[in-house]
């Protein structure tokens, strides 16, 4: 049975949620009802979205008292004013909603003594919560007085840019909340954004940098510029991002120095150790072939192959739980040579619209298969830099030696580019150019008949 989803006997379906004890007073409810419909297919449509609601309402309410925080009461009302149908940001759609908003502030404020020169409550007597919600009953949301503290950017952010894959949201909630607490600890307590300063940004910069290398701090300090980017896009707030254009020392490493192309005689070693393991040689075959991410082949399904077409090729796109970071990523990638023939190999043995190799395709496979990998690479080659990644690097050392030009390269390997920012609003690369391209590369494959 799903969770809170009860059958009544008029054979109806209804989501039944106890509130838990502590926010029974802010929610002014002991239990959250609503039918769902009177078939299962009807509520199990009905049910996700009324759930992840009520998540969130459970989530953004505190419990009420006098202390409690004022833009968590403002999230807290707002989730009311949703599941009641109220209108946000006014004091009523039509007279009959304002006639009755207004009867229900007066029954709150009746709850409060009168002062008798002005026959109403006194403000101060009211408290925060009932202040708030009498405020948002008359004016409409806006006009409770609010700041966005740190701790509650960074959850506004996680349910925003929630990871729809269970294993990479673990990781996001994980990475981010480190990011948090390292700026907590800067910022001593959880202050409103509008009291981060720059000052605070150099200091968590510098803590950091005692830490870890230059390019991880980089990557640290650009989760918080997120959860500040969106807060004050989404919160309309009238402040700089104090994390934009920060200043790092330079890496030790320059950037293209992290990863190094492997020599032509480990790759055809690869190949061949990689013989007793079909799956595994084909992974590396069509990376080898088109210079795309492990995970962007990891993840491919069989409709993501296209081998009827004029020119057959792959496509990397957002599937399901399987994202994709970049619009640059999202592509096309021609099949040719052993490529072709090992994606035609696999068409014929995946079942239909199944992954391609179920065995590494969930992304908590992932590492699975980069160890394994690794495992067998390093019987080969002992440097460090010597990766599965390598072979993007040898795609794009190919390329540039083939003298495809820059615009191919980018589109063939998934990269944006900051020159050409424009070239979006252009023709992009064709397949046949891409196809090209890749025709003009010798691989320098092993026998291995």
């Known amino acids: 049975m799903v969770k809170h989803l009860r059958i009544e006997k008029n054979g109806t379906y209804k989501y039944l949620r106890r509130v838990p004890e502590r926010l029974r007073s802010a929610l002014g409810k002991s239990e959250i009802v609503k039918v769902l419909g009177r078939s299962e297919p009807e509520a199990m449509r009905n049910y996700l979205p009324f759930h992840d609601h009520v998540e969130h309402l459970l989530r953004s309410t505190k419990p009420s008292s006098a202390s409690s925080d004022l833009w968590s009461?403002?999230?807290?009302?707002?989730?009311q004013f949703i599941e009641a149908g109220l209108d946000l940001h006014s004091k009523g759609r039509s007279s009959d909603e304002e006639l009755a908003r207004s009867e229900q502030a007066d029954v709150i404020l009746s709850r409060y003594p009168?002062?008798?020169?002005?026959?109403?409550?006194?403000?101060?007597?009211?408290?925060?919560?009932?202040?708030?919600?009498?405020?948002?009953l008359l004016n409409g949301i806006q006009s409770i007085k609010a700041e966005l503290t740190v701790s509650q950017a960074f959850a506004f952010y996680l349910y925003e840019k929630q990871e729809p894959d269970p294993y990479k949201r673990k990781k996001q909630l994980q990475r981010f909340g480190r990011a948090e607490r390292n700026l907590l600890n800067v910022t001593k307590h959880d202050v409103a954004l509008t009291k981060v300063s720059r000052a605070h940004a150099r200091t968590l910069r510098d803590n950091l940098l005692r830490q870890m290398a230059s390019s991880s701090v980089k990557r640290n300090i650009n989760d918080v510029k997120a959860v500040f980017s969106l807060a004050i896009?989404?919160?309309?707030?009238?402040?700089?991002?104090?994390?934009?254009?920060?200043?790092y020392p330079k890496?030790?490493?320059a950037a293209i120095d992290l990863r190094h192309p492997l020599p032509v005689k480990v790759i055809q070693a690869m190949y061949r150790?990689?013989?007793?393991?079909?799956?595994?040689?084909?992974i590396w075959t069509l990376i080898h072939h088109s210079g795309a991410r492990s995970a962007e082949v990891l993840g491919l399904t069989l409709d993501d192959l296209?081998?009827?077409e004029t020119i057959p090729y792959f496509e990397i796109k957002p599937q399901g739980l399987r994202s994709v970071k970049d619009r640059s990523r999202i592509r096309k990638v021609p099949l040719i040579g052993r490529a072709l023939v090992v994606a035609r190999r696999l068409k014929l043995s995946t079942s239909e619209t199944s992954a391609i190799f179920p065995q590494y395709a969930e992304s908590s496979r992932h590492d699975n298969f980069s160890q394994v990998t690794r495992r067998r690479l390093r019987k080969y080659t002992d440097n460090p830099k010597h990766v599965v990644y390598s072979l993007r690097h040898n795609m794009k050392d190919a390329l540039r030696a083939a003298g495809v030009g820059e615009r191919v390269e980018l589109a063939l390997l998934g990269h944006s580019s900051e020159k050409s920012a424009s070239s979006q609003y252009g023709s992009g690369v064709g397949l046949e150019e891409l196809r090209d391209a890749l025709l003009k590369i010798d691989f320098k494959l092993p026998d291995l008949t």
């Open 233 to 247: 896009e989404e919160h309309d707030l009238n402040i700089n991002n104090p994390f934009n254009k920060l200043r």
């Open 306 to 308: 296209f081998l009827d």
């Open 114 to 136: 009168t002062d008798p020169s002005t026959g109403q409550a006194s403000p101060e007597d009211v408290s925060e919560v009932d202040s708030a919600t009498v405020t948002a």
């Open 273 to 282: 150790d990689l013989e007793n393991n079909r799956t595994l040689q084909d």
């Open 73 to 79: 009461l403002k999230s807290s009302i707002e989730a």
């Open 251 to 253: 890496p030790d490493d």
